[in-house]
Nanobody, 128 residues
Framework: QVQVVESGGGLVQAGGSLRLSCAAS????????MGWFRQAPGKERDFVAA?????????ADSVKGRFTISRENDNAKNTVHLQMNSLEPEDTAVYYC????????????????????WGQGTQVTVSS
């Protein structure tokens, strides 16, 4: 099993920035991709960004140019960050980090169902 822990959420004014972090532990040797999803009240959990084992990055159209996903520069490759700039009230949500340990996302895309391990979520609130 893989354990996932997020950190870094909070309250920020529109136009501001936040940095989220995610650390995976446990059976991490087979991790193919790590991703971020978000869920606003009353809405579905949506893909935000992902980074695969080869450090290729993927983004939802709504965050391209504003958010950047990156990996900690360590041999384990188990820690990723999400730098969020130019935040908008529409970015308000609970942000979840997730791990694809089997490569499902490589063939099926970055739907939530392709990620088998999830963190508890961290709240991001952007005030107008």
């Amino acid at each position: 099993q893989v354990q996932v822990v997020e950190s870094g959420g909070g309250l920020v004014q529109a136009g501001g920035s936040l940095r989220l972090s995610c650390a995976a532990s446990g059976r991490t040797f087979s991790i193919y991709a790590m991703g971020w999803f978000r869920q606003a009240p009353g809405k579905e959990r949506d893909f935000v960004a992902a980074i695969d084992w080869n450090d290729n990055t993927y983004y939802a159209d709504s965050v391209k140019g504003r958010f950047t996903i990156s990996r900690e520069n360590d041999n384990a490759k188990n820690t990723v960050h999400l730098q969020m700039n130019s935040l908008e009230p529409e970015d308000t949500a609970v942000y979840y980090c997730a791990v694809d340990s089997y490569g499902s996302s490589r063939y099926r895309g970055f739907g939530a169902a392709e990620f088998g391990s999830w963190g508890q979520g961290t709240q991001v609130t952007v005030s107008s």
